[in-house]
């Protein structure tokens, strides 16, 4: 069993890499975003409750989040494994993590941080908002994104690498080489935990 959280600033490759790595372990790739789409397509009590939220520019707060993400973590295709993209996003959420986790009988492996240099993640964001021709992502938005993103995660990071969970690892380059650096991390935990 494999279970991973992934962490990095918006523009890092997440949801590119988390694909990937699903995919290599034969685990699901879990995102907040796509557990909100399923329970509002749903129309579940809690879709219905994130709706309202989203619906007025709102962030959908914890009492709606963590019944979702416990709900998904306790589906049959996660026995093997998962991946988390983008939960925890504050240190209330990991610890409520901790605690579904113990409850279910699971446990963290490992939390992947991807690490790339602000100006370049800035780069990438304007390079796909010209693509997608988004005008909501100007340097000053992305930079402010960037300033709130490092503000909840930092202590995020410090709570995992404190219990010897956090792998940094360099997110510049091609999606490739990212995901080869990242495939070394697994197989060098994967080889020390046996």
Not at 30 to 58: H, K, P, Q, V, W
Not at 128 to 149: C, G, K, N, P, W
Not at 155 to 177: F, K, R
């Amino acid at each position: 069993m494999t279970s991973i959280i992934l962490l990095g600033a918006p523009g890092a490759g997440k949801g590119t890499q988390a694909r990937l790595i699903a995919e290599r372990l034969g685990i699901p790739a879990i995102s907040t975003g796509e557990i909100f789409r399923t329970n509002m397509a749903s129309d579940t009590e809690l879709g219905r409750r994130a709706r309202e939220y989203m619906d007025r520019g709102e962030f959908v707060p914890d009492s709606v989040t963590n019944p979702m993400v416990q709900a998904r973590l306790a589906a049959p295709d996660t026995e093997r494994g998962f991946l988390l993209d983008g939960y925890p996003r504050t240190l209330a959420q990991a610890h409520v993590l901790r605690d579904l986790l113990v409850d279910m009988g699971k446990r963290i492996d490992v939390v992947l941080a991807i690490e790339v240099d602000e100006n370049e993640v800035v780069e990438r964001i304007l390079k796909r908002a010209q693509e997608q021709h988004r005008s909501d992502d100007t340097e000053e938005i992305i930079r402010h994104r960037l300033e709130v993103y490092h503000k909840a995660t930092e202590p995020i990071a410090t709570y995992y690498a404190d219990q010897d969970l956090l792998e940094s690892v360099d997110g510049s380059g091609t999606v490739d080489q990212v995901f080869a650096r990242i495939c070394e991390v697994l197989d060098r935990i994967g080889t020390e935990r046996r």
